[in-house]
T-cell receptor, first 115, second 116 residues
Framework: AQKVTQAQTEISVVEKEDVTLDCVYE???????LFWYKQPPSGELVFLIR??????QNEISGRYSWNFQKSTSSFNFTITASQVVDSAVYFC????????????FGKGTKLTVNP | DAGITQSPRHKVTETGTPVTLRCHQT?????MYWYRQDPGHGLRLIHY???????DKGEVSDGYSVSRSKTEDFLLTLESATSSQTSVYFC???????????????FGPGTRLTVT
């Protein structure tokens, strides 16, 4: 069965600090996809990134970066120089290969960035 | 903007009443999904659809039914609402770029349902 674990329930940092959100996944599939979504206080879910299991290259997008390590089944998300607008709940998710691609979500990490 | 709307956005209903939530998309996507979000559980899949009249169950489908009579609409019905179905319900569509390895799910704004 597929499972996503986000062990950090809540994280609080001061603006400009770097912060890493952890995500550990379990799957028996050899091909799968990993995602991160952001849910700001307004409640909508915002897609951040999708990564397939064959692409272990780290990705950077502005202040955001993602570290995918198949050896440890982890897909961690780092925000550099955090800002108050980064305050949100962040969800990591996993889907099986092809077809329906149903998402299995972690329980989320609530990030609070204080000024 | 993936062109997804949900209605109603908020609803309060009584235990035992039927409730239907609607998800509408404007971009002709094949795959549509219903999730519920509860504190401490993240989001969990209720049902999904892979085409008109083609649906299947997700992780938490008990007490819910769905219908998709046309591509743009995916309905979620609670036949007899219970307090345990108080939740925020999100609809999602799976973008189709033509390359399945590039597709991601986009979510609607959510419906907050309270069953009293």
């Amino acid at each position: 069965a597929q499972k996503v674990t986000q062990a950090q329930t809540e994280i609080s940092v001061v603006e400009k600090e770097d912060v890493t959100l952890d995500c550990v996944y379990e799957t028996r599939d050899t091909t799968y996809y990993l995602f991160w979504y952001k849910q700001p206080p307004s409640g909508e879910l915002v897609f951040l990134i999708r990564r397939n299991s064959f692409d272990e290259q780290n990705e950077i997008s502005g202040r955001y970066s993602w570290n995918f390590q198949k050896s440890t089944s982890s897909f961690n998300f780092t925000i550099t120089a955090s800002q108050v607008v980064d305050s949100a709940v962040y969800f990591c998710a996993l889907s099986e290969q092809g077809g329906s691609e149903k998402l299995v979500f972690g329980k989320g990490t609530k990030l609070t960035v204080n000024p | 903007d993936a062109g997804i709307t949900q209605s109603p956005r908020h609803k309060v209903t009584e235990t035992g009443t039927p409730v239907t939530l609607r998800c509408h998309q404007t971009e002709n996507h094949r795959y549509m999904y219903w999730y519920r979000q509860d504190p401490g559980h993240g989001l969990r899949l209720i049902h999904y659809s892979y085409g008109v009249k083609d649906t299947d169950k997700g992780e938490v489908s008990d007490g819910y039914s769905v219908s998709r009579s046309k591509t743009e609409d995916f309905l979620l019905t609670l036949e007899s609402a219970t307090s345990s179905q108080t939740s925020v319900y999100f609809c999602a569509i799976r973008g189709t770029s033509g390359n399945p390895s590039l597709d991601e799910q986009y979510f609607g704004p959510g419906t907050r349902l309270t069953v009293t």
